[in-house]
């Protein structure tokens, strides 16, 4: 039973355009959202996030929009640049007021940006 | 600045042979969490310790104990291993139950 999905395994697109990287997720309780980068060999690095009482956060090229009524979000990278490369993990937490380190990930989107 | 420190980097097993994860953080952080990545599947959370002298049960902590031996250190231990523990371990902090996590390298780990 995945609770958060994302069903893109990879994304393929040209440096300077626009990445968008989607999740859905089926448990209406999540009410912090966040994404991960994560390199070859290396742990996961926190890139962004949400809380459910927003519909958009932004971070330079980085921007998370939420749909709370579709339960999606979504990240878009732009512009995007050779070094995004990199695996993306959605993740979500907070279900009953747990600690929101106690995360449900996605299965992750390989993302390649070429020069 | 080292963060998060796990070791070894690279394990191999036998079925029933026993090991400890090691997990240290530098960062003074209260929250320590243990995570495992297997192909397709994300990360799933095994066991976390919400500050030093306590830990609790993520969504898959069978067949794992853990200690958080004093607030930089969190260990995760195999007391008999399976090939279905071959994965990738993951350890990560947080400053509180509201920051985001800070992860480790990783622990590759086979099982056979």
């Known amino acids: 039973d995945q609770q958060v999905k994302q069903n893109s395994p990879s994304l393929s697109v040209q440096e300077g355009r626009i990445s968008i990287l989607n999740c859905d997720y089926t448990?209406?309780?999540?009410?912090?959202f966040l994404w991960y980068k994560k390199y070859p060999a290396e742990g996961p690095t926190f890139l962004i996030s949400?809380?459910?009482?927003?519909d958009k956060n932004e971070d330079g090229r980085f921007t998370v929009f939420l749909n709370k009524s579709a339960k999606h979000l979504s990240l878009h990278i732009v512009p995007s640049q050779p070094g995004d490369s990199a695996v993306y993990f959605c993740a979500a937490s907070g279900v009953g007021g747990t600690s929101y380190g106690k995360l449900t990930f996605g299965q992750g989107t390989i993302l390649t940006v070429h020069p | 600045n080292a963060g998060v420190t796990q070791t070894p980097k690279f394990q191999v097993l036998k079925t029933g042979q026993s090991m400890t994860l090691q997990c240290a953080q530098d960062m003074n952080h209260n929250s320590m969490y243990w995570y495992r990545q297997d192909p397709g599947m994300g990360l799933r959370l095994i066991y976390y310790?919400?500050?030093?002298?306590?830990?609790d049960k993520g969504e898959v902590p069978n067949g794992y104990n853990v200690s958080r031996l004093n607030k930089r250190e969190f260990s995760l231990r195999l007391e008999s291993a399976a090939p279905s523990q071959t994965s990738v371990y993951f350890c990560?902090?947080?400053?509180?139950?509201?920051?985001?996590?800070?992860f480790g390298n990783g622990t590759r780990l086979t099982v056979t």
């Open positions: 448990n209406s309780m999540f009410d912090y």
């Open positions: 990560a902090s947080s400053e509180s139950d509201e920051a985001p996590l800070h």
């Open positions: 310790s919400a500050s030093e002298g306590t830990t």
């Open positions: 949400i809380s459910s009482i927003k």
